[in-house]
């Protein structure tokens, strides 16, 4: 798929598209086969839990708030105005632990199966589930930790 002259306008997604994905909205913005961009709003309280795209680089700017995030193993946070880098291979995680809401757009590069994905769960209420179809979208979450030590 080759990019097109246009515009996405605010408030609209690709199509009129919005997914909920475990009740928070993702908004595709753009699409290529070199990168997919969407505007996602986290409500207070959600999370996406660590995972890792072995394919894509992705990236975060954070429009409104504060994300707190896992990378590859560490603890950091991303606030307005900040952009995140996030390679290939490297696991990472969002919070939203702020108690407002936040709102960010994300893109990646390249595209590869993440529009697919979205399209899948939108209103998928399972995470086990979720975490399984993924990995058919090379995206791979890591095993939950267990809490016996």
Known sequence: MHETADIT???????????????QV?????????????????????????????????YILVLD???????????????????VRLPRGIPHAFFNNSGDPVTALFWAAPAGK????????????NPAEIVQVAREYDVIFSPPVSAAA
Not at 28 to 51: G, L
Not at 65 to 83: F, T, V
Not at 114 to 125: F, T, V, W
Request: glycine letters at 8%; hydrophobic letters at 35%.
């Open 26 to 58: 993702y908004v595709p913005k753009q699409t290529s086969d070199d990168s997919f961009a969407w505007h996602a709003t986290f409500p207070a309280e959600t999370f996406v839990p660590p995972h890792m795209h072995p394919k894509q680089d992705e």
């Open 65 to 83: 708030g504060r994300i707190d995030l896992l990378l590859n193993g560490e603890k950091d946070c991303a606030s307005k105005g900040d952009i």
């Open 114 to 125: 993440l529009l697919g994905l979205y399209r899948r769960i939108h209103n998928m209420s």
């Open 9 to 23: 306008r605010a408030n609209t997604g690709l199509d009129g598209t919005a997914w909920n994905i475990l009740g």
